[in-house]
């Protein structure tokens, strides 16, 4: 019939009707987005497994340094143990807190354990004396400058902080980066892009052509116009890329997370025989400063208290294990790089069976024959002449922008964990958000703006996407930052990058 009803595809003469065409239209929409889901699942799976890996590791590690502690410490220390178990527990607690990225300071956790700690054993040590609390802290006070527990908590402190830094955002860009695609996958598809799908896809039917495939770069401009939006996470994309991967080789060399996190039981066995060995001076120094305390009407204890002898503490290393996670990781990580600029000829090879560039036999949009028009660069900007889709390049999508902005946050974070420093995150109950410097840190550059040692300042926060099956407690909870926001926060944080990209 003759084709002049027809709104999207040519109007000569044709075998569909107009409700046909229509059908055609909403179906082509809902294919292509269900064939971008399909490919952004892939990808989200390919990252959720990877953090699920890691995690699974590094909880593991956690696991067995406190089950260590728990089988050895009874016959080593008797009391001095049994009646401090909650000291240890809860050290182990807060370890995993801050892992899962609740909002406590590992450094002031630390020294906390370490205060109680010493606190506990200065009685048991001492029980002829009646030690109050206001003792015991003028006891902390003089006791901390003549290092009781020797050099351990300084050390454990410097390691375990860049290692616990490191391992938590290595962890958390994972479904960070999960997320974005997540969120990007679920764009719908503009009118204008609907139309063009609908005359790539399914017009040739119209036209009694159904066996003719669309021509290579037809495809391509047609895909490239839809998702000009898309193709602009490419930069931030690959920096998140690059900055897991320059994390993952910190995690498996200088703040190698199984030698720290595996060996914390063998640090604090050793901190507490630096105590013992050291105990009648650094009593004798305390009581100097402090005055001698009463004598305790109870009297002494039994010699239960002291060690009962030396018991030989091992680690038992999977350092092969972390070698093969990092590598693994590393391999999908530099794969995921150029996603979102392959994507187009993704869909178009796999998804649309799009023919070769050389066929002249193919459909180009009005029939079957060659495609001469140029392909289109990568996104929106570069979109003002594409012939097939009509793209508004003063538009951004605000979705997308938005996920561009987490990704630079989430970069920046790593940047930091890449040279020791924290920047805390906050659990939401409500979508990702948050804004920050957007410093993206792709390699060791970072060191050289950086600080080399963990700050002690308070830490930046930034907000995460919630993981279903951990216990995450945030401190507070945020709202998205309005669409005119975003775009403020987005030029404030571009333009100090290209100052030293």
Known sequence: ILGEHLRICPQGYTCCTSEMEENFANKSRSEFEAMMKEAGRSVQATLTAQHRSFDSYFQDLLNKSEK????????????????????????????????????????????????????????????????????????????????????????????????????????????VGSDVVKKVSQVSLSHECTRAIMKLMYCPHCRGMSSVRPCSNYCLNVVKGCLANQADLNTEWKYLMDSLIVVADRIDGPYNVDNVIGTIHMRIAEAISNLQDNKDSITAKVFQGCGNPKISTKGSSSEDKKRRGKVTLEAKSSAQALEMLVLDAKGNLTALKTYWITLPGSLCSKKVMASSVSDDRCWNGMTKGSYLPEVMGDGLANQINNPEVEVDITKPDMTIRQQIMQLKIMTNRLGNANVGNDVDFQDTSDDMSGSGSGDSCPDDVCGKRLSKSPSTRQPETHAIPKQSGHGVNGASSRSLPSASLLLLLSVAVIAPQHLWR
Not at 77 to 90: I, M, R, S
């Open 68 to 175: 260590a502690l728990y089988d050895a410490f009874p016959s080593m220390y008797g009391e001095l143990y049994t009646q401090n178990v909650k000291v240890f527990k809860d050290l182990y607690s807060e370890l995993r807190r801050y892992y899962r990225s609740s909002n406590i300071n590992l450094e002031e956790a630390l020294n906390e354990f370490w205060t109680r700690l010493l606190e506990r054993l200065f009685k048991l040590m001492n029980p002829q004396y009646h030690i109050t609390d206001e003792y015991l802290d003028c006891m902390v006070k003089h006791a901390e400058q003549h290092k009781p527990f020797g050099e351990v908590p300084r050390d454990l402190k410097v390691k375990a902080t860049r290692a616990f830094i490191a391992a938590r955002s290595y962890a958390q860009g994972f479904l």
